[in-house]
């Protein structure tokens, strides 16, 4: 198949629709209509031999033919983009649009109290920040970073260990007088603790106490099972039970008394945050701009780790 200035630009189309969720928007970005984005797609459709998109008049969606096709084609288009603004001098400029794809506990609790000072420090800049509960597939849903908890998955992503936080078992005041401190983990067989439910297995997560090499594992039961990360905040600091969180997102509530660590003395269950982008040989300026953002917004409670 002969490579022409044509395929190039339907390739470039599919990236803006697939990025912008819908024609309208591919249009409104690259300054075409949306029946020019339609023929362009229709045209690369009938270059290939595939479908790309089923669409509906409620939802526009990549086939597994277009899913595939894109996630080999983007880093390319990315590529020839990086290629074109150093040529013109802008390696370092941040602008265009940031598609960033992270949990509910990252965006409400660490990204979003520091927003402001990003967006007027970047104004060319606009940002798509989508909260959810799984990773997905960065590539193919068009997103140019994800910054998540957890062990990264086996995949070509680049992984970078921003920080690891210590998880704290807390309770409030109010609730340890009513029902006691428990002076131990074990103890924890007789409390009101908040469940948050894994959205891999759909279970409730294990409590657990590490110091040192000592791991324990403690059964634990609770009338409340959670997904959401302001819920389970919310709950802990009205008293309903003890919870499991992470540090980094609520040392003002133990800075201030609010929530009590039960156990400093099990300090070393720890959750690692990892930025996650699609494996180039130069992330984009807004990439990098991004990551430092959250390096700065976790700064007091970071412990940076090297590249994978």
């Known amino acids: 198949m002969a490579l022409d200035g044509r395929l190039l630009s339907n390739v470039g189309v599919l990236a803006a629709v697939v990025e912008g969720g819908s024609f309208a928007s591919a249009a409104n970005a690259l300054g075409l209509t949306p029946s020019g984005v339609s023929r362009a797609i229709a045209r690369l459709e009938a270059r290939i031999g595939v479908r790309l998109f089923d669409r509906t008049t409620r939802s526009l969606n990549l086939t597994d033919e277009g899913r595939l096709l894109y996630a080999n084609v983007n880093p390319l288009v990315l590529g020839i983009e990086d290629a074109v603004t150093i040529a013109a001098g802008a390696a370092g400029a941040v602008r265009g649009r940031l598609r960033v794809n992270t949990d509910a506990f990252t965006s409400r609790l660490l990204i979003a109290p520091h927003l402001p000072r990003f967006l007027d420090q970047y104004p060319e800049l606009s940002l798509d920040l989508v909260a959810r509960d799984q990773l997905g597939d960065l590539v193919a849903e068009g997103f140019d970073i994800a910054v998540r908890f957890g062990e990264p998955p086996s995949s070509s992503l680049v992984a970078r260990k921003l920080m690891d936080t210590r998880i704290v078992t807390v309770a409030t005041p109010a609730y340890l ?33 590490q110091r040192g090499r000592k791991l324990i594992k403690v059964p634990t039961t609770g009338r409340l099972l959670l997904t959401d990360a302001g819920t389970i905040l919310a709950t802990a600091l009205a008293g309903v039970g003890v919870a499991q969180i992470k540090a980094v997102g609520i040392q003002q509530h133990l800075d201030s008394g609010e929530f009590v660590d039960l156990f400093p003395d099990w300090p070393d269950e720890r959750f690692p945050l990892y930025a996650l982008y699609p494996s180039r040989h130069l992330p984009a300026a807004k990439v990098r701009a991004f990551i430092d953002f959250v390096m700065a917004a976790i700064a007091p409670e970071a412990k940076p780790g090297p590249r994978r």
Not at 177 to 204: E, F, I, M, S, W
């Open 177 to 209: 007088k009513r029902h006691g401190r428990p002076v131990k983990p074990a103890d924890l067989v007789g409390h009101a603790c908040l469940q948050v439910r894994n959205p891999v297995t759909g279970q409730p997560y294990a409590w657990e106490f």
